[in-house]
């Protein structure tokens, strides 16, 4: 049974920084790309990076570009995400998710999904 579970979230001012992690067990983790999504109330789920299964190619959404780092550790089969300078826009419910495919620009190509973790920046 494939797990993807998120921790790291939580309340934080304006300008701080997160570090979010998604621990993966089931599959052989170092066979996926990987990526971060997120999503506010009443917004659609968006890609926010990915990451290539070997950690070489990276994808950043252009509101986290320079800010946000994505990273993985395929010994530790786990995924990070460090988050600086953080806005109040990027409030959301963040989630790690896998594909086999090496490249999936569409939600519906990603195989696996965690449960989330909620971002709270304050102004």
């Known amino acids: 049974q494939v797990q993807l579970v998120e921790s790291g979230g939580g309340l934080v001012q304006a300008g701080g920084s997160l570090r979010l992690s998604c621990a993966g067990s089931?599959?052989?983790?170092?066979?996926?790309?990987m990526g971060w999504f997120r999503q506010a109330p009443g917004k659609e789920r968006e890609s926010v990076a990915t990451?290539?299964?070997?950690?070489?190619?990276?994808y950043y959404a252009d509101s986290v570009k320079g800010r946000f780092t994505i990273s993985r550790d395929n010994i530790k089969n786990t995924l990070y995400l460090q988050m600086n300078t953080l806005k109040p826009e990027d409030t959301a419910a963040y989630y790690c998710?896998?594909?086999?495919?090496?490249?999936?620009?569409?939600?519906?190509?990603?195989?696996?999904w965690g449960q989330g973790t909620q971002v709270t920046v304050s102004s």
């Open positions: 998710a896998a594909t086999v495919r090496p490249w999936a620009p569409d939600l519906f190509q990603w195989n696996y």
């Open positions: 089931g599959l052989t983790f170092s066979r996926y790309a």
């Open positions: 990451i290539s299964w070997s950690g070489t190619n990276t």
